[in-house]
């Protein structure tokens, strides 16, 4: 199969800020998701302080977070990045597909075992879904093993 590329010319700071998740082929930690949210801020050293928040089962589950620290590997050159969960460790991350607008992204890996699609929105319009879908279908990745992930309109989400 061929090799996943990032994609070139990443505005990392434009990058930054809050992405719904959503749809996912998910590490098990996050596999029953709701309301999942990456936000990235940059750091001063072009460290990436990442937070993912999700409601694990429902909307009115606990909230749990998980805090990784991104490596872009070539500053705004290209979207290559490690991702840290435990130290020394990164895990392979990489921005496949990120639209001119910055409204929608997806990540991939090269084993393509985990793909997020993402969109600066909690809820896109179907006709976008089914076209990010596709793009992850001819990335080389299972379509039938995305999960859409639940995520409620801002008007209806609790401040966390």
């Known amino acids: 199969m061929e090799t996943l590329q990032a994609i070139e010319n990443v505005d990392t700071e434009r990058f930054m800020g809050d992405w719904f998740v ?17 936000c990235y801020e940059l750091r ?15 909307f009115d589950s606990d909230l749990k ?15 290559a990045w490690g991702m840290r969960f435990v130290w020394p460790f990164k895990a392979d991350y990489r921005i496949v597909y990120l639209d001119d607008d910055y409204t929608e992204t997806i990540i991939g ?13 909690p809820l896109i319009e179907e006709i976008r879904y089914r076209a990010l879908v596709q793009r992850v279908s001819d990335m080389g990745y299972d379509p039938s093993e995305l999960r859409k992930v639940p ?5 209806l989400r609790e401040s966390s």
């Open 109 to 121: 890996r090269e084993k393509r075992d985990y793909v997020w699609i993402m969109a600066r929105t």
């Open 44 to 58: 001063e050293d072009d460290r990436v302080d990442v937070r993912f928040t999700y409601r694990n089962g429902g």
């Open 151 to 155: 995520q409620q309109p801002m008007s």
């Open 22 to 38: 959503i749809a996912h082929i998910p590490p098990f930690l996050t596999r029953n998701a709701f309301n999942a949210v990456e």
């Open 65 to 79: 977070k998980l805090t990784p620290t991104g490596f872009p590997e070539h500053g705004d050159e290209d979207g």
